[in-house]
């Protein structure tokens, strides 16, 4: 039957030190994913700034497991967020409850609906690294959001990540390409998941979760990008010699100062030759 | 006396020298005033103009409750793999008799733009924008001359003026018309890189290539030059 899970954010992965209960204007707004990592389950999504849900606060309709939403911008606060099978009255029991998610101004978070280490449906808030990346590289981000006992991360069949439990991320900045990545259970090398091809593209951060069950057999990867994190190459090398001279002004002046002495020189023979 | 007078005959010797001594410092003095100025057209102006800031296209909730709504799509890695344009490969500007195979280049271990090693070639910024794009700049750069080829195909953008029209070709055949805007020649340390590579914006092209005073210590000029062309038509 449903179960009703309550995560507190002061447990979960948001711990960031601002609080705004009362939410300011947009000009600082929260950038806020959702992901849907449960498998099996086509939910509606509310998100409500008090306990109880209504029809209003309908945040996400018809939610099927793995896929992402676009970035939703909400004013910085403290909200609660719950999940209902998809049609169910949002005033019964959620099947997903997340209370005090706090959603620091400014912030950019992904809300993920995914399933612990045991099986059972969480909701865990992460905050995404936008810091800038170099210029050429890009980020790739690998959570762990299944469940699955601690997994390491391969990257064209070496581990990269190793030991990565539910719900928690490792993170690399790369050279932008293409990665072969798989994943396997911790110490292993032999794939649970994959291998896939992902694209980390430059000056983007590429966030890929694991989710679904082993157990069960619907281990599967899911892909958020955030763009923009892109920096400038710091200069333009474009040239290691000097063009040569052009000869034109040194020839006419040689010919201006030959034509001077040849024109004083005559000059003076005339005066002579006349005395 | 059936000989010419010798004195006038140096004499009129003198006043033809005296001409032609005139004639070559007047050409001297046209090649001067025909250098180009370190600035044509509006300069670098063009590099912010019309740039808008990027924000993503979300909804904004005005009150304490989200009342937004939000779509999903897919998050399978091959469903967010993404279509980029197809990159340039020649770039012409026939007033200076610039015509050169460009190719995708990335960035060198400092940090800054790779630039083909023959100077016959250029680069093009692989994760700028290109041509195709919607929005941002396309930057195109190349040697203006090396060590061991001599001068380079973008050495004659020193004399690039406003109105010059240039061409990119796209790999797929695409032809994008440009016209210059402006050209400057500016020092290296303070090259606005971000204003240079602009990812937002209204689409422009900016072609970069080094210039003004040659420091045999470092075997690189002082500045660069850069020449900013909007498109047209």
Not at chain 1, 30 to 52: E, I, Q
Not at chain 1, 82 to 92: L, N
Not at chain 2, 101 to 120: E, F, K, L, W
Request: charged fraction near 20%.
């Amino acid at each position: 039957m449903r179960r009703v899970i309550a995560v507190s954010a002061a447990t979960a992965a948001v711990a960031l030190p601002l609080a705004f209960t009362t939410p300011a204007a947009a000009a600082d707004d929260a950038s806020v994913v959702v992901v849907h990592g449960v498998p099996d389950l086509t939910v509606d999504v509310y998100g409500s700034a008090d306990a109880s849900y209504s029809a209003e606060e309908l945040l996400l309709e018809d939610f099927e497991p793995g896929t992402v939403t676009g970035a939703v911008a909400l004013p910085g606060g403290t909200y609660n967020l719950a999940v209902f099978p998809a049609g169910d009255d949002p005033a019964g029991d959620p099947a997903i409850e997340a209370n005090d998610v706090e959603v620091p101004a400014g912030a950019n978070i992904s809300v993920v609906a995914h399933l612990d280490e045991g099986g059972t449906p969480v909701l865990t808030p992460f905050v995404n690294d936008v810091s800038p990346t170099a210029a050429g590289e890009g980020r790739l981000v690998v959570r762990h959001t299944a469940a699955a006992p601690a997994v390491d991360i391969l990257a064209g069949g070496e581990p990269v990540f190793t030991g990565l439990t539910n719900p928690n991320e490792e993170s690399a900045d790369l050279p932008a390409g293409t990665v072969s990545a798989a994943v396997a259970l911790a110490g292993t090398t032999d794939p649970v998941i994959g291998p896939a091809d992902v694209d980390v593209q430059e000056g983007v951060s590429t966030i890929v979760y694991a989710w679904g069950s082993a157990d069960d057999g619907n281990l599967a990867l899911a892909v958020q990008t955030i763009d923009g994190l892109h920096s400038s190459p710091s200069g333009v090398p474009s040239g290691t010699a000097e063009v040569p001279a052009d000869p034109a002004p040194l020839a006419l002046t040689g010919l201006a100062l030959a034509a001077a002495l040849a024109a004083g020189g005559m000059g003076l023979r005339a005066r002579r030759v006349r005395a | 006396m059936s000989t010419p007078d010798p004195g006038r005959r140096w004499k009129a010797g003198s006043a033809a020298a005296a001409v032609v001594c005139a004639a070559a410092l007047v050409g001297v003095g046209g090649w001067a005033l025909s250098r180009p100025a370190d600035t044509a057209g509006d300069g670098l102006s063009a590099l912010t103009q019309a740039t808008t800031p990027s924000t993503t296209p979300t909804s904004t909730a005005p009150g304490p409750t989200p009342s937004v709504r939000a779509t999903a799509r897919p998050a399978d890695p091959q469903a967010v793999r993404v279509e980029s344009s197809p990159p340039p490969s020649r770039l012409r500007i026939p007033d200076l008799d610039v015509d050169a195979t460009v190719r995708a280049v990335g960035v060198q271990a400092d940090g800054s733009m790779v630039i083909p090693a023959a100077p016959t070639r250029v680069g093009w910024y692989r994760y700028g924008s290109a041509p195709a794009d919607p929005e941002g700049h396309t930057v195109i750069a190349g040697h203006v001359a090396t060590i061991e080829d001599g001068p380079g195909a973008l050495a004659p953008l020193v004399e690039a003026e406003e109105g010059m029209d240039v061409e990119v070709v796209d790999a797929d055949g695409t032809v994008h018309r440009y016209e210059v805007r402006g050209r400057e020649r500016i020092s290296k340390k303070r090259l606005p890189t971000d204003a240079i590579f602009a990812r937002d914006g209204a689409p422009l092209l900016v072609i970069v290539t080094c210039g003004g005073e040659y420091i045999p210590e470092l075997g690189a000029h002082r500045d660069n030059i850069v020449v900013t062309a909007a498109p047209v038509g």
